[in-house]
């Protein structure tokens, strides 16, 4: 069998050219033991403040996505309505499992497959598993270990084999940069 020269093998027959936006849920407070009620835990003020800050650097960045996708719980859920919202995406957050806590790497990669047509996605999930898929995607056997906190997004061009993570931002280093900026930009008053 012959391939054709720099397409890796096992490669899918049609690359994917997306650019992939993964974020991490915002602060949704303390988990709670029982799971049931901990997939009802919803946002705290930090945690939308979270939300607002991450939407107007993803805006800053000129990020545009055609679809928003989110984990089923709750907190995940409102992560992805308040930065879809301020991103001015107008169409209903799709939930998919493939984004749960308990999804696989092999669901997560039938989520990709299912929006292959799309150019940009924003997807909401949790961590442990989150920071795993990122892994895998990014180095193809999962030898990288990417830590997320809360809030953050990295942005993965799919179009690349293995995909190129370009950036992760977390809410402090977007806070970092917003107040030095905001302290640069103040005019100058000179000593007498």
């Given at each position: 069998?012959?391939?054709?020269?720099?397409?890796?093998?096992?490669?899918?027959?049609?690359p994917?050219?997306?650019?992939?936006y993964?974020?991490?849920?915002?602060?949704?407070?303390?988990?709670?033991g029982?799971?049931?009620?901990?997939?009802?835990?919803?946002?705290?003020?930090?945690?939308?403040?979270?939300?607002?800050?991450?939407?107007r650097?993803?805006?800053?960045l000129?990020?545009?996505?055609?679809?928003?996708?989110?984990?089923?719980?709750?907190?995940?859920?409102?992560?992805?309505?308040?930065?879809?919202?301020?991103?001015?995406?107008d169409?209903?957050?799709?939930?998919?499992p493939?984004?749960?806590?308990?999804?696989?790497?092999?669901?997560?990669?039938?989520l990709?497959?299912?929006?292959?047509?799309?150019?940009?996605?924003?997807?909401?999930?949790?961590n442990p598993?989150?920071?795993?898929?990122l892994?895998?995607?990014?180095?193809?056997?999962?030898g990288a270990?990417?830590r997320?906190?809360k809030?953050?997004?990295?942005?993965?061009?799919?179009?690349?084999?293995?995909?190129?993570?370009?950036?992760l931002?977390?809410?402090?280093?977007?806070?970092?940069i917003?107040?030095?900026?905001?302290?640069?930009?103040?005019?100058k008053r000179?000593?007498?």
């Amino acid at each position: 069998m012959s391939r054709k020269p720099g397409k890796p093998p096992n490669s899918p027959a049609r690359p994917i050219s997306m650019i992939l936006y993964l974020m991490r849920h915002a602060n949704a407070g303390v988990p709670r033991g029982n799971p049931i009620l901990d997939a009802k835990r919803s946002l705290i003020k930090e945690g939308k403040e979270q939300c607002m800050l991450m939407a107007r650097v993803l805006s800053a960045l000129k990020v545009q996505v055609d679809v928003v996708v989110s984990s089923p719980l709750k907190r995940a859920l409102q992560t992805a309505q308040f930065v879809g919202t301020e991103l001015g995406y107008d169409g209903k957050v799709e939930i998919s499992p493939a984004l749960a806590l308990d999804a696989s790497y092999a669901d997560f990669q039938k989520l990709l497959a299912k929006y292959a047509d799309r150019e940009g996605v924003l997807a909401i999930g949790h961590n442990p598993n989150l920071f795993q898929f990122l892994g895998r995607l990014i180095t193809v056997n999962g030898g990288a270990s990417i830590r997320m906190r809360k809030g953050s997004v990295a942005r993965i061009d799919l179009d690349r084999h293995p995909p190129l993570m370009q950036w992760l931002i977390d809410p402090r280093t977007a806070r970092s940069i917003y107040a030095s900026v905001q302290k640069s930009a103040r005019p100058k008053r000179a000593r007498k």
